[in-house]
């Protein structure tokens, strides 16, 4: 399946095909599942629904970095039904019983890059007559402005932060202390490497921070859920998805002992994901000012997806084969993932005791005044 | 080009290939053009800017119908060109000269049908930097609602209107005096089978006018353009655009008559397209009541394209492939474009003298009080 790919970017694979993210994302749909509870918390605490009656009646939610679905669909069905859950508690305790509330509409704006394949997600999306909202797709990227000001009520972003805007300076500059020419990815235990990493992930948090502040309404929620992050002090080559960027490296290194593909080319390959801590987060997004941490979770991520190889190698395999084809060209992508899930399989054992990513489920509120 | 079509949709060629939407519909361009001045128009002597900047300073513009591009953003930028002039003027000559208007920010919502190409027209976009608008895709069909309710500014729809939601009552029935078995489309020379087509285009058309009359904000306007139409008096048979449904139909009948396709299937082929007059549009918007008719225009629609048998040939099949295809399925689709490019060629001399279709220009305000 070849597509054709913008440079810096790396959607999830499109259709809805053997190897399409829409039919490998398990994983993400779990970690959906598992935020279920803190967002509705915060619908349930932080939504003022009188102010947003007095003035237009609708309420806007984003998802950003949607993909090709079918997650985002049970993610924004489970943000309407928090929200109505909460205009009927407020009529049910209304002391003025006669005061009618008004049904709110709502509309519903599917976010990612320019390359994501919308029409798969515009086909899979729920029938119009059974969808409790209208719907829309916004093709860009999150790391820029999306909106216009003060438009949207709630954002909600899912699996999609650990996802860079670009590859750090210098990890790929043999020259640098930064080089990063033995790993494909920040594996955590070489310092440099890990601050340049670091740094790209602070410049695109902030930069991801201030366009959400300027779209959000006064008080509008961002929930930031599914982030993977690591335990502190814990490298992420200790860690099981980093066993698994571990595994997809030493293929490639095989392939180019082997002469299939050039040893340069992997060398030059650094994937764009960084895994923060949870106090490297809040850390940031108390730095940029323009949100107040309303709730915050952290708990071991989902560990047994790592124990199926079939499902596991799938879902890597929708998630990255993006970038390894726009990388390495078509033709090594079916080898290079058969010798993955070669690999993960005689390393199974690896995943029984080994670390898992920890889960990052944070709730933000935009201040009143967020500049 | 094989596409999966929903039934009762009938999009545009989608992808930019050599007989797609987007690199063969210069005809539609060119009727874009001819609706600039009467939308200028409209927007200098209509928009309420001072309002807007009372309320939120976003203005909200959605193109009806978009297809793949790129006609609908030529149209767009124009629409906000205009409204950016009618900024200046009203700056220019504010009575309290050190009043600041403020920036609006623009968000365009391009709709089509849920199987449009969207992939395609979002990646054509023109890039963030240069386009001075927020861009959004919509899927849906327009005869229904799209939009929550009184969030649109400005809506426009060009090149759409003469595709009626479904085939109309009857007219397949072979038991029906409606009956248009001799006949792919509705030549008017029947009564019967004008009336099934008027009636369903009247049908069509309330249920259009009531959604948008819905989604506009109050005195919001709504532009149709290049409404495909036809002269009082005069059959869609005895005009250019009728012939090319003429030559499609004997093209098809041939093809039976080979025993290359069915006979039945083709009786039962009909276009779900209907060419109205003006005064016909006139009286169904004056009979829905929810908008006042602003401006109106129509003239002589262009006719040169038909001179040219390739580029004419090259429009119809991308607006007329899926139809086709869903109709008698992929084999025979290619045969058929030939025949029809060679019938369209030994008729050339047709084109020359023969009356042209009507296009109607209409731009509508709703009613402050629209119900």
């Not at 209304?94 to 798969?120: A, C, M, S």
């Not at 790209?200 to 991801?208: H, R």
């Not at 323009?290 to 997806?305: A, N, V, W």
Request: glycine fraction near 6%; hydrophobic fraction near 35%.
């Amino acid at each position: 399946m070849e597509t054709k790919i913008l440079p810096g970017s790396y959607p999830m694979n499109g259709g809805d095909g053997e190897v399409s993210y829409a039919r490998n994302s398990q994983c993400q749909k779990r970690a959906v599942d598992d935020a279920k509870k803190i967002i509705n918390e915060a619908i349930a605490d932080l939504i003022d629904i009188k102010n947003l009656q007095k003035s237009s009646n609708r309420f806007l939610i984003a998802d950003l970095g949607c993909a090709a679905g079918p997650n985002t669909f049970f993610a924004v069905q489970n943000i309407i039904e928090a929200v109505d859950n909460k205009c009927k508690t407020m009529q049910k305790n209304d002391p003025e019983p006669d005061h009618q509330y008004q049904t709110i509409e709502y509309q519903v704006f599917f976010n990612d890059r320019i390359d994501n394949d919308f029409n798969t997600l515009f086909r899979s999306l729920p029938c119009s007559s059974s969808r409790p909202y209208f719907a829309v797709g916004v093709p860009g990227s999150f790391y820029g402005r999306l909106f216009p000001k003060q438009s949207i009520h709630f954002m909600h972003s899912s699996n999609t932060l650990n996802w860079l805007s670009r590859v750090p300076d210098h990890v790929g500059d043999i020259n640098s202390p930064a080089w990063n020419g033995n790993s494909i990815f920040c594996r955590g235990d070489n310092k440099e490497v890990a601050e340049a990493y670091l740094n790209q992930y602070k410049k695109d948090m902030e930069v991801f921070l201030n366009a959400r502040a300027e779209e959000l309404v006064a008080e509008g929620l961002l929930a930031l859920v599914a982030v993977g992050g690591r335990p502190s002090g814990v490298p992420l080559c200790q860690i099981n998805m980093g066993k698994t960027y571990e595994f997809l490296g030493s293929c490639l290194f095989d392939m180019a002992a082997e002469g299939i593909i050039s040893k340069e080319k992997v060398e030059s390959l650094n994937l764009p994901q960084y895994y923060p801590t949870a106090s490297e987060m809040e850390e940031l997004i108390n730095k940029n000012g323009r949100f107040s941490i309303e709730k915050m979770e952290t708990f071991p991520g989902p560990g047994e997806h790592f124990h199926n190889v079939q499902t596991w190698s799938m879902i890597v395999r929708a998630g990255f084969e993006a970038i390894v084809q726009n990388h390495f060209g078509n033709e090594m992508v079916d080898e290079f993932f058969h010798r993955y899930t070669k690999k993960h399989a005689e390393n199974l054992s690896i995943f029984y005791g080994i670390t898992k990513l920890v889960q990052i489920n944070i709730i933000l509120k935009r201040k009143v005044c967020s500049k």
